[in-house]
């Protein structure tokens, strides 16, 4: 396969929703129930947002959200299966860290589950003493009734 017509593209306006839809369906088992509305949504509250392509077809992608100083995290690195072994998912990752809105914060976080090795050759490590999460949905039939002003 001829990698030199890939390309990487830093507008989140370019994003493709219904190729990333199907991207994440093919490629990323944690993502496959994910709906257009709230892929929009995701995307709109992210930056930086990377996407990789050969052509007209979506290839990889990730995103980040950020402070802008002390805490990023990296979300959603996603590679299409015909394309994995070539690096594009560090170079993905590696676009992320270079963005002006990441390359000064002080801690950058990455989510992912079996890709360590990956993102270890970027400067990453394990990290085990952040292993607490929230999943929202549980969290709000079993919650108790508090109220918050959050206006």
Known sequence: MDYSQLQLCTRPSQI???QLQVLFELAAFWARERQLEELAIAIANSDP??????GEKMIGFARAISDDVYRATIWDVVIHPDYLG?????????????????NRVERIYLMTTDQQHVYKQVGFQRNPSTTMVLSNRAFANSSPSITADVS
């Open 16 to 18: 493709d929703l219904l």
């Open 49 to 54: 947002v990377v996407s990789a392509w050969d």
């Open 86 to 102: 070539i690096g594009l998912g560090q170079k993905l990752v590696e676009t992320v860290l270079n963005h002006p809105r990441m």
